[in-house]
């Protein structure tokens, strides 16, 4: 069974590939700490503070899908 912290640190590698982000630059954008994504791949449990600070982090930085456009006839 996957553990919240786990999942946690799935949501960040899925944020820093899609946006080709390095970690250290997410760390210190999204709470201050370029070591935050190392330490959560080394086991650090984060608070929840910080975990909402990156997630709110990475839904400002979510770039929303184009609406699709009808196809040209």
């Not at 080709?20 to 630059?25: G, H, V």
């Not at 330490?39 to 910080?50: F, I, K, V």
């Not at 600070?53 to 400002?60: E, H």
Request: one cysteine or more; charged letters at 35%; hydrophobic letters at 40%.
């Amino acid at each position: 069974m996957e553990s919240a912290a786990d999942a946690f640190l799935c949501e960040i590698e899925d944020f820093l590939a899609r946006e080709r982000a390095a970690p250290s630059t997410f760390g210190r954008a999204a709470v201050g700490d370029p070591n935050f994504v190392r330490d959560l791949r080394e086991g650090r449990a984060p608070s929840l503070c910080l975990v909402d600070r990156a997630r709110a982090y990475m839904a400002r930085r979510r770039v929303p899908s184009p609406a699709r456009s009808p196809e040209p006839r």
